[in-house]
């Protein structure tokens, strides 16, 4: 590896400045700019968090310093064209004619990776900018040793890497570009803790090493507070006032603005927002039983067909054992892959289990049976409800008022149920909106909603907090402990231990051994 | 799905020989083979097509589980003709409605063969060429635009991921009430909604990959290539073979009698 070592100062590329006056971008198609007159300069090596509520342009800051916003004014000058006013520059040139000075990284994994072998996919940013061969394995060797995974073979399926794995993937093929400006849009919201610390520390290394710009987009302070040298807070665009909210190091800002900035639903350090208490907490056990696992062995897989022989698919976790009882809270917790979510859709009925069986009580049956997997759709609906972590997955209606009628109607039940959640889910604005286009706290707070609108007893959610800002997270967190108190089972597979704590109840531990229940 | 796209530890002969002189070689042979209905060529190609199971790293277990398919199809479609074909030469079986003699049995069994022998390369190119070799061979040997290629295979990527996708939609739908059960016009329903939610979801990924690619500095512009698609001695071989195998094919039905091009009827 000496060759690796010689080249390490050449991995130190011209940190990049970012000059903003007077910017502004509006969307194609959208009637309200996105951003709208940003002033602010960052000098080269700084190290910036930005933050704001959701509709501040945070994202879209990003995209246009990475230099993939698109053409704004174009000649043919169309009305739903996008539009740009102001300059917002790097280096003093333009963003989009400098192929290669800033790097960007997203939030969904998945869409990190373009290419199937972990060598090759650090190696594209680098082909693209017409680096020689020679010089682009050298990069690609020294990146993976920068991001920790330098343990891989290089032709190590990238589709075989944990989500944290796959985000220090992107920043290895972001690094060998050798950019002056890393931009990461808020890179740990889909990572379990492990993860989020995995990327954040390979982020804080490659920094030390290259001294490279930094601008991150997160919601969760406490992860980023001391890596950063400034935070910069900004405010949906008004005519009036200016972008910029606040600036300054870390430390004066969260003090400054410490009431405004949890106002606003961001994750300020050492914040754990109030939430409503329960109002009777039964003791564990207690509770009529309504749902129960027994040595129950779950996989997404189904037998598979090998030629003519049947495989049984290969269970994820096995030996389950759980009990759901009426105004009892179940936390699914473990490390990923643990098979949590496995675990929660084969007790909801959604999966079949591989070995074991879920088995419903009289009291939540009804008269459907004893196996939740065998039920009608109708019939599960209005026994157990089920909230998956990507809310989209679940919308069904082009309206957020037709969305939430859906179940009520598909019963033959009254819809009264409905206004009371609008209600109390805030979503009484929103009723003539689309689903797909509401922010992620709103699709949550839908999503949520529509389950619990056709009466299930036992409400099943997955991660419901994950990526959540501080406001959403206890509304939902207060609004779960009344569903609670007033009868309905909730189980959630959940990483946030506050969340956790929050709802009280038992735990369900999942370990990648097979687990016991409490 | 997402691991059969990858080569999984194939280490055989045949991997490192060029896509683009793989493909050319299937090409030839499955040409030869379109151009004839006969047992005879198909035979031939068939056992010198099984002859390189091992320098391509298949198996007949391997076969049979990626291809069990195609073999059935074969065999299905042979029977058929082999009932349906207009009779010649001495009856084997009747049946009543159905017949089987001699002529018609030839034809089906030559109708299977060639089903074989024209699927079996295909089998054999993919079990031993890894995707993005082959793409790298078509942008840099072939010239095709490297846009093209580069989206095409980094969107073959998704391909697996939406077939998880699919499932997880489906369930979700399921907590919603959404049947997968029921009726037939239920069911169609119940898919054609599912399909829209995965092509909503389908088109976000894409969108969000391309942003990725593009941040990356994927473009029109020059790049380089960081794996260098060569040709070498074993890629005149492999090209030799195929021109052998096809050559070998057309020769053995011709010496046979049994030629019989498609187009000419029989």
Known sequence: MTATSQHGASLAARPAAISARGWGWRHAGRAKAAVRALDLDIQPGERVLLLGPSGAGKSTLLHALAGVLGDANDDDGEAGDSDESGSLLVDGGYPREQRGRAGLMQQDPETQVVLSRVGDD????????????????????????????????????????????????????????RPGLILLDEPTANLDPAGVLEVRDAVARCLDKTGATLVVVEHRVDVWKDLVDRIVVLQPGSSTDS??????????????????????????????????????????????????????????????????????????????????????????????GAGKSTFALTLAGLLGPVAGKVSATVALSRGAGIDPYQWKAEQLIERVGTVFQEPEHQFVTGKVLDELLFGPRHLGHGTERVDELLERLRLTDLVDANPYTLSGGEKRRLSVATVLAAHP??????????????????????????????????????HDAEFTAALGGTELRMAAAPAVAP | MRQELNLQGNRALLTRANPLSKLAAVFLVTAVLALSIDWVSASVALILELLLFPLAGLTLTLLWQRGWPLILAATVGGWST?????????????????????????????FMLRGLA??????????????????????????????????????????????????????????????????????????????????????????????????????????????????????????????VMAGAAFAAALWAGTWNMVWLGS
Not at chain 1, 159 to 168: D, E, I, N, P, T
Request: net charge neutral; charged share 20%.
């Open chain 1, 122 to 177: 650090v190696a594209f940013g680098a082909e693209n900018l017409a680096v020689p061969r020679d010089d682009i394995w050298t990069r690609v060797h020294e990146a993976l040793a920068d991001v920790g995974l330098s343990h891989l073979p290089l032709d190590h399926p990238t589709s075989a890497l944990s989500g944290g794995q796959k985000q220090r993937l992107a920043l290895a093929g972001i690094l060998a570009m």
């Open chain 1, 243 to 336: 972008a910029v909210l606040l600036d300054g190091p870390p430390d004066r800002v969260l003090s400054e603005a410490r009431s405004m900035l949890t106002a606003a639903g961001v994750w300020v350090p050492g914040y754990v927002p109030d939430t409503r208490q329960r109002s009777s907490n039964p003791a564990a056990g207690t509770g009529g039983l309504l749902l129960a696992a027994e040595e129950l062995a779950v996989s997404r897989e189904r037998a598979r067909r090998k030629g003519f022989r049947k495989v049984p698919a290969e269970p994820v976790q096995q030996g389950i054992s759980a009990q759901v009882r009426a105004g009892q809270a179940l936390a699914v917790t473990g490390p990923n």
């Open chain 1, 457 to 494: 007893q036992v409400l099943v959610l997955d991660e419901p907090t994950f990526g959540q800002d501080a406001n959403t997270w206890a509304e939902l967190a207060s609004f779960l402990s009344e569903l609670l108190d007033a009868g309905t089972a909730v189980v959630s597979v959940t």
């Open chain 2, 82 to 110: 082999s009932i349906l074909a207009p009779d010649s030469g001495k009856t084997l079986i009747d049946v009543g409605l159905w017949t089987m003699s001699e002529g018609s049995l030839e034809l089906g069994a030559g």
């Open chain 2, 118 to 243: 024209i699927a079996l390369p295909a089998v054999l190119l993919m079990s031993c060429t890894d995707p993005t070799d082959l793409a790298d061979a078509l942008a840099q040997k072939a010239r095709l635009p490297h846009r093209f290629v580069l989206g095409t295979l980094a969107a073959m990527r998704l391909v697996g991921l939406l077939a998880e996708e699919w499932q997880t939609i489906g369930m979700a739908r399921r907590a919603r009430g959404v049947g997968s059960r029921g009726s037939a016009l239920q069911r169609v329903k119940a898919t054609l909604g599912q399909s829209f939610g995965l092509l909503v979801q389908a088109i976000r990924r894409a969108s969000r990959l391309a942003v990725t690619m593009e941040a990356r500095g994927f473009g029109d512009g020059t790049r380089t290539w960081a794996r260098e698609s060569t040709y070498s001695s074993l890629d005149v071989w492999v090209l030799g073979g195929g021109v």
